[in-house]
């Protein structure tokens, strides 16, 4: 699949099927395009949690108001909060670890798009309760879930604003 394909037809997925996604198909595919996004000053602190259990994917439903549906996946996406203030400082800690999560989210929502998979990222989550519930010590911080299984709909694309777009200097119309 070009890339464009995938940039273009990626949605949100909040609609499962009960499809079970192998674990090597997560790990191989979709989770190796997470270590390969870019890092800022190459830190690579992030850190994946993949959730497959039933018992623990409905406590985190309990804590994650945006987690809808039922997928039978969710990747957390975590930084090392500590290794992260080792490498880029505070600027590692507050910049740095939030953008490095959204680009690994965009490269695995994309990989799992390649392969036939729905994805939904969701920021809408209780991060200590995660933390609770999946065992993650302190310095492990959950920044991001996301949704992952077969899709169960196929919402159509949004409308994209095209006016958006300036050359060497911002000028209103």
């Known amino acids: 699949m070009d890339i464009w394909t995938a940039i273009k037809n990626r949605r949100s997925i909040r ?3 009960d499809d079970p996604v192998e674990d090597k198909v ?3 595919l979709v989770l190796e395009a997470g270590i ?3 890092s800022g000053g190459n830190a690579q602190s ?3 949690l993949v959730i497959t259990d039933p018992k623990i994917l409905n406590k985190l439903k309990l804590v994650s108001p945006g987690l809808l549906g039922t997928p039978n996946s969710v990747i957390v996406i975590c930084q090392d909060l500590a290794y992260a ?3 880029g400082g505070e600027l590692g800690v507050k910049i740095l670890s939030l953008m490095d999560t959204a680009m690994a989210a965009q ?4 990989a799992a798009y390649a ?3 729905g994805t939904c990222p969701i920021a809408s989550f209780h991060p200590e309760a995660v933390q609770k519930i999946t065992g993650l010590p302190v310095h492990i911080y959950p920044q991001l879930l996301i949704s992952v299984g077969f899709p169960g709909e196929n919402p159509p694309a949004p409308r994209r604003n095209p006016n958006v777009i300036w050359f060497n200097s911002y000028a209103d119309e």
């Open 46 to 48: 992030w850190r994946f």
């Open 85 to 87: 203030l080792k490498k």
């Open 15 to 17: 609609k499962f099927t």
């Open 26 to 28: 997560l790990k191989n």
């Open 36 to 38: 390969w996004s870019p």
């Open 115 to 117: 392969v036939g998979l």
């Open 107 to 110: 490269n695995i929502m994309l």
